[in-house]
């Protein structure tokens, strides 16, 4: 096996361990693995691993590799920072959106995807923990937020995204991520129909998943370290 076989394979026995912990269905918890910085062979290696989600967070880079990836069946979740006269390559190439956090994105997404494909599936950011320099639309505004973008005719809404600060240990990690999974359940208790929770990665997918995550965006556990080690702040 490859190392990032290997390397994928341990990633989905934390993620077992920590269902099992949580006393969840392991079918509950997707996995997406965080490509950017890496090129099409790693990607190719994690697919033949049975790996078929992937993030990316630079629009521009991961467009070309999907280009290069043409003649696999994987699917292409954007998780990176979107100004909005770049939407309409998100709108075109991936199936989900992760970082909506205002309705200008959203508006744009939804006129510009395209009329062959299916519904741009969509999360709302959230800055959960107040970071200041942060994107993501603060709690108290995610409903309103939620409702515009349910309503947009090329979207389908699916729930919610987090990017917490890196919290020092479990207890932290978990308080933080606690505070994502009520707010997702208040939307729902309003009657949108909304079932995933992106938060958790490399760091603190146990704590993420024990507090309800549904999908955990992991790169360095299945990549390893990144040259730009920034990635993921907005550039
Ligand atoms: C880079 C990135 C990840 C993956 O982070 P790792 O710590 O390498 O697992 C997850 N989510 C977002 C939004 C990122 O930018």
């Known amino acids: ?45 994690a697919h033949a691993a049975g790996q078929h989600a992937f993030g990316e967070n630079y629009i521009q880079e991961a467009v070309e590799k999907m280009a290069l990836l043409a003649d696999l069946p994987l699917q292409w979740h954007c998780i990176g920072p979107v100004q909005s006269n770049k939407t309409r390559l998100v709108a075109q190439h991936f199936d989900w959106m992760h970082t909506v956090d205002r309705l200008k994105v959203a508006q744009r997404l939804s006129e510009q995807r395209p009329e062959g494909r299916p519904p741009l599936n969509v999360c709302i950011q959230v800055n959960i923990d107040g970071g200041a320099a942060k994107s993501g639309v603060a709690p108290a505004e995610a409903l309103a937020l939620a409702r515009q973008v349910a309503a947009l005719p090329r979207l389908r809404l699916r729930g919610l995204m987090t990017i917490p600060e890196p919290a020092e240990g479990y207890e932290a990690q978990l308080a933080v991520h606690a505070r994502a999974a009520a707010l997702l359940r208040e939307l729902r208790d309003t009657g949108l129909p909304l079932d995933t929770l992106s938060m958790g990665m490399t760091a603190d997918l146990e704590a993420a998943i024990a507090a309800g995550s549904t999908m955990v965006r992991v790169g360095t556990a299945i990549f390893g370290g990144r040259m730009r080690p920034n990635a993921g702040t907005p550039a």
């Not at 096996?1 to 990633?11: F, K, P, R």
């Not at 920590?18 to 006393?23: I, K, L, M, S």
Request: some cysteine; charged content about 20%.
């Open 1 to 45: 096996m490859t190392t990032i076989g290997s390397n994928l394979q341990a990633v989905r026995e934390r993620i077992a361990t920590a269902c099992a912990g949580a006393q969840r269905p392991v079918t509950e918890v997707t996995l997406l693995a965080v490509s950017k910085t890496f090129g099409p062979d790693a990607v190719r290696q």
